[in-house]
């Protein structure tokens, strides 16, 4: 029989968790809501504890940032975020103190991307991207079959945009005010037009053109950077009607016809395959990678 794996999907609005062997045998899913840490965490603990006799690992991915270099004192700690009392605080140590068993972690969007690299919309593929936009924007890249990292996990939500022309909203990023993350992400959008992405109704059709307007010019820097084959994208707010569609239109015009690549024009920017459960698909992989 096939190994069975426990993971965990730690967002910044709800947690999944579940078990399976692959992708296409995910069960037993719970969803959380991400409150305060101790209660968070205690949660996914005693969900994977219902079956912690099956297991032969654990795989987590969380939003970040993330401690990521396995011989830091602070290994697997979210460093410093926006969400209130989770800067400073283990997400790996809970899991390690309550089973005995190899622990595999990665930050949310690297796990998608191992996910969808698997068995998504990047299968067949040694070098694509994955964005997520959503509470927050972040990026996972691929490069020859293998996560991009260094120093830190790449942190894509944050480089530079220009204003639209139109748009005088200054950003809700508080390091940086109007980088991508603070201009395209569901709590911009909330901020900009006083209500959720989903209930936007009539002004809709702005907020998605201005989200690709935005999304467009990270995607450009990420192409000019990483130049890779693919850009998968999901979180809430690419659920909204005609998101892909405004990516694909402002990219061209943000490209200016350079270099000229016929792949990056329709089909290059898409919706996971996976859909709402690539993290977990990732967080599986890591828990495969993780035994020794």
């Not at 989903?198 to 995607?219: T, W």
């Not at 990516?247 to 996971?272: C, S």
Request: glycine share 16%.
């Amino acid at each position: 029989m096939a190994p069975m794996y426990g993971f965990v999907e730690l967002g910044g609005t709800k947690s999944l968790v579940g078990f399976g062997t692959t992708a296409d045998d995910i069960t037993d899913v719970g969803r959380i809501p991400t409150t305060e840490p101790g209660e968070t965490l205690a949660l996914l603990v005693a969900h994977l504890r219902s079956r912690a006799n099956e297991l032969s690992a654990l795989g987590i991915v969380s939003f970040g940032p993330l401690e990521l270099r396995p011989g830091h004192e602070r290994y697997g700690e979210i460093t410093i975020t926006t969400k209130p009392g989770w800067s400073n605080i283990s997400v790996l140590r809970p899991f390690q103190e309550a089973f005995d068993l190899d622990v595999g972690l990665d930050t949310d969007v690297n796990g998608a991307a191992l996910g969808e690299g698997r068995w998504g919309a990047a299968k067949g593929l040694e070098n694509f991207v994955y964005l997520t936009v959503g509470t927050g924007i972040g990026g996972g890249a691929v490069s020859h079959g293998a996560l991009v990292s260094g120093l830190g996990h790449p942190e894509m939500g944050h480089v530079v945009v220009s204003p639209h022309p139109d748009d005088s909203f200054e950003g809700v990023c508080p390091f940086h005010g109007g980088c991508l993350e603070g201009m395209a992400s569901g709590p911009a959008l909330e901020a900009r037009f006083g209500m959720p992405a989903s209930s936007l109704g009539a002004e809709a059709g702005r907020a998605v053109d201005l989200v690709g307007f935005y999304l467009a010019q990270g995607i450009r820097d990420i192409i000019y950077t990483l130049s890779p084959e693919r850009v998968v994208i999901g979180g809430g707010v690419a659920k909204l009607p005609g998101f892909f569609e405004s990516i694909q239109t402002h990219l061209k015009y943000q490209m200016g016809g350079y270099p000229g690549h016929e792949e990056h024009d329709a089909g290059f920017v898409v919706a996971p395959g996976l859909g709402e459960m690539s993290g977990l698909a990732g967080a599986l992989v890591l828990a495969e990678q993780s035994v020794v």
